[in-house]
Antibody, heavy 119, light 110 residues
Framework: QVQLVESGGGVVQPGGSLRLSCAAS????????VHWVRQAPGKGLEWVAV????????YYADSVKGRFTISRDNSKNTLFLQVNSLRGDDTAVYYC????????????WGQGTLVTVTS | QSALTQPASVSGSPGQSIAISCTGTSSDVGAYNYVSWYQRHPGKAPKVMIY???NRPSGVSDRFSGSKSGNTASLTISGLQADDEADYYC??????????FGGGTKVTVL
């Protein structure tokens, strides 16, 4: 079955960096666009970034543009999010989500990895 | 990229119908028929209930329906059941090739 497993979260100081990973299995990863979505404590879902199936197209939310970089390694079925210049309002659970093939909605989600930015 | 506007909470009694609105702009909800709705129970992953404004994935009850008028989309739940109690989020594709979510609506079954 489809599985998305995030890792790499942790506690980091303001200005710090982390690299989040999302390991995919149970489907042909290289055929799908995948997204990062986050949820801050007590808040709703916030879309972060998307990467096309072949990594040629990448788009970001204004709130993370220039600080976060989305990438993928199709040979390892893994999605990444490099998060730099972290701020307190980046504290959130970060989820990877698969976009349904040829469609515009999320059909599978991971369980999330928590990033806490605190001094 | 402002979040889509949803009511914070909606409630109804079992068997009743409720509607959740999702208001965006001409750059997102109004621009395309790419609005989707997600149900999220505490501690669980979001589940798509509606995609492309009004389409239901297989396995989703026909008690869930979606519509759109201008810059506002709506999710209607008819025959409200206890298990419908959850958070609901709308999402839209945008003219910048990004996505945007609504702030979420907590549905309470009285």
């Amino acid at each position: 079955q489809v599985q998305l497993v995030e890792s790499g979260g942790g506690v980091v100081q303001p200005g710090g960096s982390l690299r989040l990973s999302c390991a995919a299995s149970g489907f042909t990863f290289s055929s799908y666009a995948v997204h990062w979505v986050r949820q801050a404590p007590g808040k709703g879902l916030e879309w972060v970034a998307v990467i096309s199936y072949d990594a040629t197209n990448k788009y970001y939310a204004d709130s993370v543009k220039g600080r976060f970089t989305i990438s993928r390694d199709n040979s390892k079925n893994t999605l990444f999010l490099q998060v730099n210049s972290l701020r307190g309002d980046d504290t959130a659970v970060y989820y990877c989500a698969r976009e349904s093939l040829g469609m515009v909605y999320f059909d599978s989600w991971g369980q999330g990895t928590l990033v806490t930015v605190t001094s | 990229q402002s979040a889509l506007t949803q009511p914070a909470s909606v409630s109804g009694s079992p068997g009743q119908s409720i509607a959740i609105s999702c208001t965006g702009t001409s750059s997102d909800v109004g621009a395309y028929n790419y609005v989707s709705w997600y149900q999220r129970h505490p501690g669980k992953a979001p589940k798509v209930m509606i995609y492309d404004v009004s389409n239901r994935p297989s396995g989703v009850s026909d008690r869930f329906s979606g519509s759109k008028s201008g810059n506002t989309a709506s999710l209607t739940i008819s025959g409200l059941q206890a298990d419908d109690e959850a958070d609901y989020y709308c999402s839209s594709y945008t003219t910048n090739n990004t996505r945007v979510f609504g702030g979420g609506t907590k549905v309470t079954v009285l």
